[in-house]
């Protein structure tokens, strides 16, 4: 069984900025964050294939949010800044397979998930 942890989550002014990490107890190339606002479902906001250093970003944080990872550690961050209140949610890290190599926007697709964080952006 893989083990997922996240860290970083907080409260913080719009305009603030919050740094999420992410660390999966095994090895592997695909991880990612979802964020599950209240009332609405699970969305995919950002990953990154630790092997080739590829990123993918929603357009809703891009020019905002940074990911990048380690691969050697199999930890994964989110520098978040210019937070917006719509960017208030709980946000999940998700890792793919060992094996796996190729990235999915899906979060069915993910099989290990991190317990979550929660970040509130107030106005």
């Known amino acids: 069984q893989v083990q997922v942890e996240e860290s970083g989550g907080g409260l913080v002014q719009a305009g603030g900025s919050l740094r999420l990490s992410c660390a999966s107890s095994?090895?592997?190339?695909?991880m990612a964050w979802f964020r599950r606002a209240p009332g609405k479902g699970r969305e995919f906001v950002a990953g990154i294939n630790l092997s080739s250093g590829s990123t993918y970003e929603t357009d809703a944080v891009k020019g905002r949010f940074t990911i990048s990872g380690d691969n050697a550690k199999n930890t994964m961050f989110l520098q978040m800044n210019s937070l917006e209140p719509e960017d208030s949610a709980v946000y999940y890290c998700a890792v793919r397979g060992s094996m796996v190599t190729d990235f999915t926007r899906s979060p069915s697709q993910y099989p290990f998930w991190g317990q979550g964080t929660q970040v509130t952006v107030s106005s």
């Open positions: 095994r090895s592997t190339n695909i």
